[in-house]
């Protein structure tokens, strides 16, 4: 059997609720020891790289620095290294993206980077960012989802706040996270083997694992059952229980 590069969706597919799903990190040390890549995947943008790996470790999935792929993680890959970036996102991802490219007022700004700005949103902050855009800078945000899902009910997410951009300045944001097919194609860079895509949302995971030409794979975990019924999203390659159950069905594909 050909090594594959596995990419697996965090939320839903390896956690659920925050915690491991079980079996989740045995899974992933067999597709290793059968001699395949994992990569974890996951729209998460309020998080630094290294604080992210450290979390998921800590649910005892071993993964390390390098092999979990984020929005943030794909805008240090893509910013030019002369890029002056206008960042309207929380103080963890503005440090993160800040040893990568130079941070910058909305005069200078090359980039406006859009993430989770919970902690920090602030009127002068959505102006600079319009002004920058305006001013020709290219707009860029994280993910697209227009609200979160906690324990106490649906808040107000990034794409909220990238609309307002889009709207006052009359300019469509570049997604680097889901469902945006490039999200893939930048994990997979760089690592051989044909693709095989994990999750539990057919509206991100599945669209954009079909989009890109991979192998599909959903979970009945997560999502599941919020899109069982509806026959008109995306459809997988193959369904499984759960992530506990991929490295059997690696095994036979
Ligand atoms: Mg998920």
Redesign the pocket.
């Known amino acids: 059997m050909e090594p594959k590069l596995v990419l697996l ?5 390896l956690h659920e609720r925050g915690k491991a799903v079980p079996g989740a990190a045995g899974a992933v040390v067999k597709l290793r020891r059968a001699g395949h890549t994992v990569r974890v995947f ?1 729209n998460t943008d309020s998080q630094a790289e290294a604080t992210l790996v450290a979390r998921i470790r800590r649910s005892g999935i071993p993964v390390a620095l390098g092999e979990v792929f984020t929005p943030v993680v794909a805008a240090k890959r893509i910013l030019p290294p002369d890029a002056r970036v206008l960042v309207l996102a929380d103080r963890a991802v503005r440090d993160d993206l800040a040893t990568h490219a130079r941070l910058a007022g909305p005069a200078e700004a090359t980039h406006v980077v859009i993430g989770d700005c919970r902690q920090s949103l602030s009127y002068q902050g959505l102006d600079a960012a319009f002004r920058a855009v305006r001013a020709g800078a290219e707009l860029l945000a994280f993910q697209h989802g227009p609200y979160f899902r906690a324990a106490d009910g649906d808040h107000l997410d990034t794409g909220a706040i990238v609309a307002a951009i889009e709207f006052a300045a009359g300019k469509t944001a570049r997604i680097l996270g889901k469902p945006s097919p490039d999200f893939l194609r930048l994990a997979a860079r760089d690592t051989p083997g044909a693709l095989w895509v994990v ?3 057919r509206t ?2 599945i669209l954009m694992a079909n989009e890109a030409g991979a192998t599909a794979v959903q979970v009945r975990t ?2 599941y059952t919020d899109q069982a019924q509806s026959d008109d999203l995306p459809q997988p390659t193959h369904t499984i229980d759960s992530v506990a159950d991929l490295p059997a069905l690696l095994a036979l594909g």
Do not use: A, I
């Open positions: 969706d965090l939320d839903g597919t996951t999750g539990d949302d991100t995971d997560g999502k």
